[in-house]
Every structure is written in C-alpha cells, then in structure tokens.
T-cell receptor, first 114, second 115 residues
Framework: AQSVTQPDIHITVSEGASLELRCNYS??????LFWYVQSPGQGLQLLLK??????LVQGIKGFEAEFKRSQSSFNLRKPSVHWSDAAEYFC????????????FGKGTRLSVIA | DAGVIQSPRHEVTEMGQEVTLRCKPI?????LFWYRQTMMRGLELLIY????????DSGMPEDRFSAKMPNASFSTLKIQPSEPRDSAVYFC?????????????FGDGTRLSIL
C-alpha cells in the first residue's frame, strides 16, 4: 500500500522569498502524485499532478513540483511567495490498482510574514 | 462547470439530534468520497462510492454514521444520534474513477458543531 509523508507541520516564510515544501512517498511502482492547497474555510484545490513524463510539472498559482524517483520525493516549489499563499498544503499519492483511492499526507501549514 | 456542491455550509445542533449532510458530485464523475477533517486527526477518509455502490466504509467511526448514494448526482452522510466529538468539517469529493490515478475534486465542506 502506498503512503506519503510531509515532514514539516508548519513553515513560515517572508513574502517574496522562495518556498519548498517537502513530500516523500512510499510505493513500489511509479506513483501518481498530487499537490493540493486548502485556504481557510475552503475545500482542497488541486495545484498540480504528476502522472508520467517530464519530472518537473507546472501547476496553478505559479507553483511547480519535481518528481525524484531516487529520493521518493515530490517537493513543491514557488520562486516568490505572496501573502495570499498562506494556506495548508497537502501532498497525495495514488496507484494504478483499481479502486484504491488517493492517500493524503497530514499537510504542511504555510505562514507568510511581511 | 459546477464543482462539488455541499449543503449546508454550516450546521449547529444539539447532541442527540440527527444530522444530514448532502453532496452533489461533479456531473460525469463516477466516484464519491466523504472525508472528515479535525485539528487533532487531520483529514480522514470515511467512505467512498464507485458507481453509487459503497466500496470501503472502514473509515466510518461508528454505527451512528451512515452514508448513502441513491443516484449518481446525490449522496448523504447521516449522523444519528450526534455527539459533541462529531464536531468537524466534513468534505465531499468526487473523481472520474475511484482509483489513485484520478484527482479528486473537493467541495467547500460542511462545518458541523454539536453542542
């Protein structure tokens, strides 16, 4: 069964600084990987996804993520953070097997300071 | 396109009362998921359906919780009787298929408070 770990519970960055949120997964085959963002009072919104091909994927809101098989990682990055990026971020991993749904990490809360 | 629609957005009720949460998935999506989110336990998958059939309800915490999907465009999550520890945000999500190769699309949730 697949699993996902987000090592950082809470991260604080200054507005304009770069951001990297870590995600490590466990799965025997090539995984399907997703990043979601949850703003206060809202549901989870899909930022980007990796299925195959180019290991650097671009998403909405200026985010990107890089799949590194050797490190079992799928870290989320943004070159310059805006105050509106303050939110909870979830990494999720999926597999090819039939009815097995996505497995979500516990999330990383991002705070942005002036 | 309309996203996943949940109602009500907020529900406040007294313990012992029956609570019914509603969800309309995205048209054409065959799978529907119910989640519960709390500060202590994070995001928990309660139950999911594929083609209106419950596939896995192992996340349902107790027999007080039940979920139905009578047709492809509607699902309910019911708590009877409700208890204060059921207070949480409940999310519904839908996807084309239940498998992990499909992204899930979330509603805005129902914030439930049991007094």
């Amino acid at each position: 069964a697949q699993s996902v770990t987000q090592p950082d519970i809470h991260i604080t960055v200054s507005e304009g600084a770069s951001l990297e949120l870590r995600c490590n997964y466990s799965y025997g085959a090539t995984p399907y990987l997703f990043w979601y963002v949850q703003s206060p009072g809202q549901g989870l919104q899909l930022l980007l996804k990796y299925f195959s091909g180019d290991t650097l994927v671009q998403g909405i809101k200026g985010f990107e993520a890089e799949f590194k098989r050797s490190q079992s990682s799928f870290n989320l990055r943004k070159p310059s953070v805006h105050w509106s990026d303050a939110a909870e971020y979830f990494c999720a991993v999926g597999s090819d097997s039939g009815n097995t749904p996505l497995v979500f990490g516990k999330g990383t809360r991002l705070s942005v300071i002036a | 396109d309309a996203g996943v629609i949940q109602s009500p957005r907020h529900e406040v009720t007294e313990m012992g009362q029956e609570v019914t949460l509603r969800c309309k998935p995205i048209s054409g999506h065959n799978s529907l998921f119910w989640y519960r989110q709390t500060m202590m336990r994070g995001l928990e998958l309660l139950i999911y359906f594929n083609n209106n059939v419950p596939i896995d309800d192992s996340g349902m915490p107790e027999d007080r919780f039940s979920a139905k999907m009578p047709n492809a465009s509607f699902s309910t999550l019911k708590i009877q009787p409700s208890e204060p520890r059921d207070s949480a945000v409940y999310f519904c999500a839908s996807s084309l298929e239940a498998g992990g190769n499909q992204p899930q699309h979330f509603g805005d949730g129902t914030r439930l408070s049991i007094l």
